[in-house]
């Protein structure tokens, strides 16, 4: 079985209010991803028709503050689907009401992965790809995969070569003491 991206799609809009905010009035980054991660469980449970869990977020870059009054608008849409996970797109965009400025916050990647009703790993539907722009996220999607992969593996204890770092660290604010 297949599905559109478009079934699955989801967007929320919430009133940020100052119970969400930081000391200097700045939404906190905590209470943006608790809905970056709800919207994505939302997204993902409406494409596989399971209760899914997160099990990773790839990298959220914090790119303007939001504050206490402005609308944020979060859109999530599923980019690549595997036998059980998938990646879910957000974008996150804060509207300041009063002068109809919208200005791009962030946007990040979840992993998520469909549970059967014993918890086990679900099959997902795949991904029907009728455009440019899916094949790119989709593409995207599994280069990432493969970035993690080195990543992990290159810092892994029994891999990892202290003497390749030493000389890394001396340009930065860092201290050796072995």
């Not at 939404?27 to 399971?50: E, P, T, Y």
């Not at 959220?60 to 690549?80: C, H, M, Q, R, W």
């Not at 280069?143 to 992990?152: F, V």
Request: include cysteine.
């Amino acid at each position: 079985m297949f599905k559109h991206p478009k079934e699955s799609q989801v967007t929320i809009t919430e009133l940020m209010l100052p119970s969400h905010s930081n000391f200097s009035g700045k939404i906190h980054g905590g209470h943006i991803l608790n809905l970056m991660d709800q919207i994505a469980f939302a997204c993902a449970s409406k494409h596989s028709r399971h209760y899914c869990v997160t099990a990773s977020v790839n990298r959220v870059d914090f790119l303007n503050p939001i504050e206490v009054g402005e609308l944020v608008t979060l859109k999530a849409s599923v980019n690549y689907t595997g036998r059980t996970s998938m990646v879910v797109g957000l974008r996150v965009e804060a509207e300041n009401i009063q002068t109809g400025v919208v200005k791009h916050c962030n946007s990040s990647y979840f992993t998520m992965v469909a549970k059967d009703d014993n918890g086990k790993n679900a099959k997902v539907p795949g991904l029907i790809i009728d455009s440019v722009e899916s094949v790119r996220r989709f593409a995207r999607s599994i280069a990432r995969q493969e970035q993690a992969k080195k990543r992990s593996s290159k810092f892994k204890a029994s891999e990892f070569e202290l003497d390749d770092y030493l000389d890394i660290l001396k340009s930065q604010n860092a201290k050796v003491t072995l």
